[in-house]
């Protein structure tokens, strides 16, 4: 947990330090005026963090400052220091001067002496160039030298007097560790600590034969201070303290805009695709298609155009191109264009901070817009598992600062225990969109099955669907479920080519017997017209008789008639009309 | 060594300090009685002349810079061990 989220108020009485992070956790810097102690092993980057506290004063707050040097000459620190790019050759005219007070190796020591020959040089000094701020270096050195605890007690508060008397803002550094030698010289720097008003403990210790650096506020007398241990690494430019978010930043920029993620059927799944600034962790087992899956998102990216760093802890960048050239995703032609830069850091050596801060910087240089990093567990080994959380939950914090689209892929061990829900780095909390690739052993095969496990702000498909990768791309397919079962690969097949032959074979049936319906229908048919042929000929038939019978009647009526007539025995019956001849 | 040769001393002060003033009385009482007419001391007041500690990289005091005979040597403290004065001034053989 971050103790210090809120805002550490900034305030006039300090001098700030121009260490990125270190400002932040100090709100400021050091005490301005005061004195600070710097407690350190050996290589802990004292002597940097102070002559970095004077390039920045000299530089950028217009206070000149003195450097004592008691341990290592001020040549060599200056040829050291040289790596850091702070010119000091031209600071050192004017705002910046060394006092080379390394005690000889052939000095002969008799009787007691004390420090007040180098206050009244640097009295002189101080006055001559205005200075404002002034480090001693090592002092536990010249310490070393004294007889007794008494008298180094009585130099240290010399030493702290005349700072004070002449509002120096001071550092003074000075070795702590845990071997012999140097336990003689805590007990007075016990003190001191008590003394100061701010004290600084860092520590460099190595885990697994992986070096940390951690830096410590232990004291800041009338100042909150994030209280925690923060990581550090001396970079490029000096020193960098890692805070996980700088106090009274603006959050970033939210945005509504998709970015595809590579695969088509997947940005369907998500509703569209990623978030773009969003971070997205892939995580599976080795072998689910995590590398190619974030290859295809930087290929999309690409191919919009955007600035693109692929970093693999995995493999060669050479054979990340090569590897997924094979299911179709190609990189080369973006790596030679130079959209796409790919980094390989595949046997991790150093800190998963460092790492970070290398990421950063290059990602910066590079312009990045998309990020992936294959895998961000590679942080997990070797000696970083205490740190690597933190660097994961910054990595993430800095992406979103910037807007960058993250994709980190994460290794699941598979013969750990640990279910879906235990990401090794616990980042899948911080991530946006998580997904989730398995294997499924199903018939003696392994399939692999995609499925998402979150995506915040987006509707996203429940369902898992199948991987499949060919040499022409990366594609989604439904995976067979019904009544409960899900299937894929060859049982997939197999159960959608049984169905299909089913669904076949009850066409043919259902064809064939249209056939005969069809066919039974044309005979009704004909049937029916043959009738409808023989009725026509009987009511013509019928007709005929009709006619034939009542001619004939007619016939006989009128021969009936004309017969009567013809005899003329009966009169002529009125009424009785002679039926027409 | 020659036992004439001349030694010529600057003994760095710190104003009246309680250290410092005991160095530059055991200097004088160490070269009446070690070094009788062959001995310069001079004596830089760090306060008055910080420039000069300065310059001679002088910053615990009292410091006794022995410059001639060569090399420069440099003693710190108040030089109470007489003994470890004069093995650095390399008289100790002839002492014992």
Known sequence: MKSTRSPIVKSAAKAPTGIAGFDEITGGGLPH?????????????KTVLALQFL???????????IFVAFEESS??????????????AALQKKNLYFMDAQPLPDLIQSGDFDLGGMLAALEAQTRTMKARRIVFDALDVVLALLPDPATKRREIYRLHEWLLAHDLTGIITAKAGGDEASSIIEQPFGFMQFMVDCAVILNHSVALGVSHRNLRVQKYRGSAFDENESPFLIGNSGLEVAVARTPGRVDAKVSNERVSSGVERLDTMLGGGYYRGASVLITGFSGTAKTTLSGAFAEAACRRG???????????????????????????PYVKNGCLRMISARSIAGSAETYLVRIKTLAQEHGARCLVIDPVSAWYKSGNDLTAQGVADRLIDWSKGGGITLVCTSLLDEM??????????????LADTWIHLNYLVQAGERNRGLSIVKSRGTAHSNQVRELILSDTGVT???????????????????????????????????????????????????????????????????????????????????????MQELRGADAAIPGKKVSPS | MSRRAMFKFRLFVAGDAPNSAQAIANLAAFCRAHLPDRYEIEVVDVFRE?????????????????????????????LSHTQTVLQALGLLDIAA
């Open chain 1, 306 to 332: 955007e600035r693109t760093m692929f970093v693999s802890f995995d493999s060669d960048c050479t054979e990340v191109i090569r590897n997924l050239a094979s299911v179709g995703i190609r990189l080369d």
């Open chain 1, 75 to 88: 040549k060599r620190i200056v040829a050291n220091a040289e790596s850091f790019g702070w010119k000091l």
């Open chain 1, 476 to 562: 989604l397919t439904d995976t067979y479920t019904a009544g409960g079962e899900v299937l894929m690969g060859t049982l997939r097949w197999e159960k959608e080519r049984a169905e299909r032959v089913a669904h076949e074979a009850a066409e043919a049936a259902a064809k064939l017997k249209r056939v005969r319906l069809d066919a039974e229908e044309a005979e009704l048919e004909v049937r029916l017209k043959s009738l409808q042929t023989e009725l026509v000929a009987k009511q013509v038939e019928k007709a005929l008789l009709v006619r034939s019978t009542q001619s004939h009647e007619g016939e006989l009526s009128r021969g009936r008639t004309q």
């Open chain 1, 55 to 65: 390039v920045h004063g000299a530089q950028e707050c217009k206070e000149p400052g």
């Open chain 2, 50 to 78: 910080p420039k000069r500690a300065l310059a001679e990289g002088i910053f615990m005091t009292p410091t006794l810079v022995v410059l001639t005979p060569p090399p420069v040597r440099r003693i710190v403290g108040t």
């Open chain 1, 416 to 429: 750990s225990n640990r279910a879906e829900s235990g990401s090794p780095l616990q980042i899948s909390a």
């Open chain 1, 33 to 45: 005026g005061r004195t600070t102690l710097l407690v350190g092993g050996p290589g802990s980057g």
